[in-house]
């Protein structure tokens, strides 16, 4: 192999790595939109996916995605997630999910608005803005709560908090939530990595992304949101994009240094009596 060829694969090799990791988009129902970027796509089926890619699904819509080490998720209709890589495989902002895990499934974490779950299980949740509920078929898991405090919840048992009520487990899915469960998430999740296994399908460009499209982490948990200014920074030159950032900056204030850079650079200069004074000290 030549020394250019070995370059290549060089800097190849953290792409694949992430995108193994990130797994495979294996079935879509509805228009499955990927925010990719600063971009908005609609996304097929088939497409390799790449860590921080966004997928929103509509309302009667849902999606499957495939990683290398047979864990599935699913997610069912109305539902807005992120895909992770390495140890934390996803983050949900909202919505229903299913993760499946398989035979040779490494451990795994990932993150809601109302903490962090971690371990090795197949279980279905359904997080909102103030709620989670979970419940594990099989396996156990770890819920570390946002609001401290953590739980384990095993085979058959249910996690619900609501509202500022703390989380609790029971022995037993709550009948509202069984009934409220999207119906493809009762059976097994079908593995069709296989189907697409040289597939390398375009993503349908739809536009660039709008303040409407990503409002919803714009003003996500603190830990999640520090991203997101390098990632739509450029988005600023958009006026309509640039105002709403303005208009709802106490939610996200994070956003002032891009929005204002002259501030930040008069606030971060001194005086420079101040700095000779200094300089004469001994």
Not at 41 to 49: E, M, Q, R, S, W
Not at 83 to 104: E, I, Y
Not at 175 to 187: H, I, K, L, N, T
Request: aromatic content about 8%; charged content about 25%.
């Amino acid at each position: 192999m030549s020394r250019l060829a070995s370059l290549a694969l060089l800097l190849c090799l953290p792409l694949l790595a992430q995108a193994q990791t990130a797994g495979r988009l294996t079935f879509t129902e509805g228009q499955v939109r990927l925010l990719r970027g600063d971009q908005v796509f609609v996304a097929p089926k088939g497409l390799p996916l790449n860590g921080e890619d966004i997928l929103d699904t509509p309302d009667a819509g849902s999606l499957i995605i495939e990683q290398a080490d047979g864990t599935l998720f699913s997610a069912g209709g109305n539902s807005r997630l992120m895909v992770g890589s390495g140890a934390l495989r996803l983050m949900l902002r909202s919505g229903w999910l299913k993760l499946q895990a398989g035979d040779k499934s490494e451990p795994w974490a990932f993150s809601t608005p109302q903490g962090g779950i971690s371990g090795k299980a197949t279980l279905i949740l359904r997080s909102t803005e103030s709620d989670i509920e979970l419940f594990v078929e099989s396996g156990e898991v770890t819920f570390n709560a946002t609001r401290g405090g953590k739980l384990q919840v095993k085979t058959g048992q249910f996690l619900a908090q609501r509202g500022s009520k703390p989380a609790a487990v029971q022995p037993r899915p709550d009948a509202a939530f069984v009934e409220a469960m999207p119906r493809g998430f009762r059976d097994r999740l079908p593995s069709l990595a296989a189907r697409y296994a040289d597939a390398r399908p375009t993503p349908r460009l739809l536009g660039e992304v709008r303040y409407d499209d990503v409002a919803d982490w714009l003003n996500g948990p603190v830990s999640w949101r520090t991203n997101f200014v390098k990632r739509y920074e450029s988005r600023l030159a958009d006026t309509a994009f640039r105002n709403s950032i303005e208009a709802n900056l106490s939610r996200h204030p994070e956003w002032a240094r891009p929005l204002y850079p002259e501030k930040n650079q008069g606030n971060n200069k001194r005086p420079s009596g101040a700095a000779n004074k200094e300089a004469s000290q001994p």
